[in-house]
Nanobody, 121 residues
């Protein structure tokens, strides 16, 4: 079994900052990438940022320069530092871990339960 647990969401004013955390635990052989996605009401789930096991990062254009993804590989944890938040950043943020549970299995995606981020005055 694998668990992916997010924390750190909440209500923040425009221009403010939040830091999200996500930890993967359980039967994990290796993690190839972790990342953050978000889903606003009535919209599809979109990529926010990802980081691979080699440290390569990828960001959605809408968050470049404002959000920073980082990882602690030893702890199977990923963080999302969100600065200069805008009302359009309001969404449920989901953590994704792409990992193998054993050496002979292919990568599979595991998702957290989501954490609400609301940017409003």
């Amino acid at each position: 079994q694998v668990q992916v647990v997010e924390s750190g969401g909440g209500l923040v004013q425009p221009g403010g900052s939040l830091r999200l955390s996500c930890a993967a635990s359980g039967r994990i052989f290796s993690i190839s990438a972790m990342g953050w996605y978000r889903q606003a009401p009535g919209k599809l789930r979109d990529l926010v940022a990802t980081v691979t096991s080699t440290g390569s990062t990828n960001y959605a254009d809408s968050v470049k320069g404002r959000f920073t993804i980082s990882r602690d590989s030893a702890a199977n944890t990923v963080y999302l530092q969100m600065n200069s938040l805008k009302p359009e950043d309001t969404a449920v943020y989901y953590c994704n871990a792409r990992l193998r549970t054993t050496s002979y299995r292919i990568d599979a995606d595991y998702w957290g339960q989501g954490t609400q981020v609301t940017v409003s005055s």
